[in-house]
């Protein structure tokens, strides 16, 4: 089985405006609601692929209950602790044109010890071996940058495995745990290093300074992305497509990922997640891509494994 949590959900609202422009009042000629959250997007790109997933993580009130419904409604089984603050409510204000986009990120509610608790207990209550385990995404406040720590050991401990997907100092403290992947983008994964990533070369090397983590693939938008392992390293390049909307491609990215290692091969889950990243970033708002789109752009993805002097 394969599970998602995702601690710092939200509803994403998208607006569709003529341009951008401030400091003037903006009509919105388009609008969506698409449930939201790092976890949950890779919970949705699975289903598209007609996989099944079980989505954990925080919510609460109606937001949270919008979640929960979004979710069920795709097939998606949840497991929620629901909490006392409200759940987040993200914003796309994006261009009818799709050139220029301004996204707005609530901080989410306030996350008490005891619904941590109860978040943890239902990981470990539920972890079996051979399940895989998404972690993903930012975390709310009075959440201790170590919980992804602490959760990735727990499912070590029966046998799961992980993926980790998330940023800044609960990035390096999930990376002390050694989860099976880390899924950085080349920022991410600069800032985790200390090293520049301005080029693929410069991913590789960045990607190799991290130790005791076997499966490292660092996001490079529309070039693609780098899977370092075992000291070698292979760049999937995208076909190439018009992109509407690049919000969620990395989750898909994910999803992709953990769905061709459930499989059992790290080389077509890079080929998956990358056909993946692409069909939803051909998508308007956080939609996903179809499976049919992903199966087309998966005969296309280019895989080459680079020389350790490029």
């Not at 609601?33 to 890779?42: A, Q, R, S, T, Y």
């Not at 998606?76 to 050139?99: K, L």
């Not at 992109?243 to 491609?249: D, V």
Request: one cysteine or more; a negative charge.
């Amino acid at each position: 089985m394969i599970y998602t949590v995702t601690l710092n959900p939200a509803l994403d609202r998208e607006l569709t405006v003529p341009t951008v422009a401030f400091d003037e009042v903006l009509r919105a000629s388009e609008t969506r609601l698409d449930v939201g959250g790092k976890g949950f997007n890779v919970s949705r790109m699975l289903a598209a692929l007609g996989s099944e997933s079980v989505a954990l993580g925080f919510a609460g009130g109606r937001t949270g209950e919008a979640l929960r419904d979004g979710l069920e409604a795709l097939g998606i089984a949840t497991d929620f602790v629901v909490v006392a603050g409200e759940t987040r409510t993200n914003v796309s204000i994006v261009t009818h044109d799709h050139d220029h986009y301004v996204k707005v990120n609530e901080a989410g509610p306030t996350i008490s010890a005891d619904e941590q608790a109860a978040l943890v207990a239902r990981v470990r209550a539920r972890v079996r071996s051979g399940d895989w385990w998404v972690l993903a995404g930012s975390l709310p406040p009075g959440v201790a940058p170590t919980i992804y720590a602490k959760l990735i050991r727990h499912i070590h401990s029966a046998g799961g495995r992980t993926i980790l997907d998330t940023s800044g100092v609960p990035l390096r403290a999930g990376c002390v745990a050694r989860p099976f992947l880390v899924k950085p983008n080349a920022l991410e994964i600069s800032q985790l290093t200390g090293r520049p990533v301005t080029t693929i070369a410069e991913a590789f090397e960045a990607a190799s300074a991290l130790e005791g983590i076997e499966h490292i693939v660092i996001s490079l938008g529309s070039a693609g992305a780098l899977l370092v392992h075992d000291g070698h390293g292979w760049l999937a390049t995208p076909p190439s497509i018009h992109e509407r909307n690049p919000i969620g491609a990395g989750d898909s990215l994910v999803a992709g990922l953990v769905w061709g290692l459930s499989e059992g091969d790290a080389l077509e889950a890079l080929r998956w997640g990358v056909a993946c990243g692409a069909a939803t970033a051909s998508h308007d708002g956080t939609a996903v891509g179809t499976r049919d789109e992903v199966v087309a752009f998966a005969q296309q993805v280019q895989i080459r494994k680079l020389q350790t002097d490029e």
